[in-house]
């Protein structure tokens, strides 16, 4: 018989989980460039290793988007999609590291906002002209209303989110601040619907959404919507209340957490001065590739395939996860599984 799963149950597991396993995040995996920001920002800043790097792969997910897809077998397609969830108590220094990982994002949205506001004033200018007073000013008879160009929203509803993600075929991020505001709105409009969205668009799956008072409907066929945000650890019960903890929710979720309980100490190290330079050229590296689309305006990821040994890695990592997995489920509910 299956044991009762309880809010408490789950968390003290995930707890016990990473303080018996967890170490510091393998920034070995990354860049030469990539590895030298996290150290530097550990040594001047106090960043933790794992808060840093952890928010640095949420930028890179953005920034990637519907690129790119990474084949895993012949018709099984991954996207970078990422749910990140940057666990600490208070004064654990883990909005600083976001805030930095994900600036060149917020940079590159208000440059393509003060392009939009710039063109939302022409278009204002146009329609207000006859069509004959348009042609004679140089404007488009029929002038289209600007489109703005995005990567990072907070605050929005499920409807707006597909319509700004219609708007922005390339991917979003969902980036809030304290994430228990985030899963706390899940029903404030409607009962339910919103987390089984959220489901389905880590898997990248179609979705559709019905317009108010219209007859017009949004249809994303290739969303690509990622979430990252803060969480003290006390919270973490909450993020497991309802179903969440058994529908796999939670399990969609990388959780970075630091093994150590110290409050970071201030120093007098400074932060060399181009060091948000190296990481926003890094950054707009990525954002510079282009996003394919077809004649109907849907993403073409270019598709990535592993060599065989990048495969035999892949598998052999596999393989270790799900005898972690199962020596988890002889001790704790099966819902465990999906977090380790």
Known sequence: MEKNITPDTVISALASHTSATASDFPIDVFPAKLQRIVLELQTS????IDY??????????VATGNTHRVEVKRNWRESAIIYMAIVGRPGANKSHPLNFAMRPLVNADWKNNQEYQKQFHAYQE??????KERVNAGYNQFPKEPKRLRYLVSDVTQEGLSVIHSHNPRGLCLWVDEL???FKNFT??????EEQFWLSAFNGSTTMSDRKNSQNSIFIKCPFISVVGTIQKRLLTELANGERAANG???RILFAMTKTTAKPRWNEEEVREDLDRDWERILNRLLSVPCNLNENQEPQP????????????????QHRNAELCDSEMSVQPSAIAGIA
């Open 45 to 48: 800043c106090g960043f933790p």
């Open 52 to 61: 840093t790097a952890s928010a640095m792969l949420a930028a890179i997910s």
């Open 126 to 131: 146009a329609i207000a002209m006859s069509r």
């Open 180 to 182: 228990a505001s985030w």
């Open 188 to 193: 404030r409009y409607n009962n339910g619907s």
């Open 249 to 251: 929710f939670i399990d």
């Open 302 to 317: 270019i598709i990535i395939r592993f060599d065989n040994e990048a495969k035999k890695s892949l598998y052999a990592w």
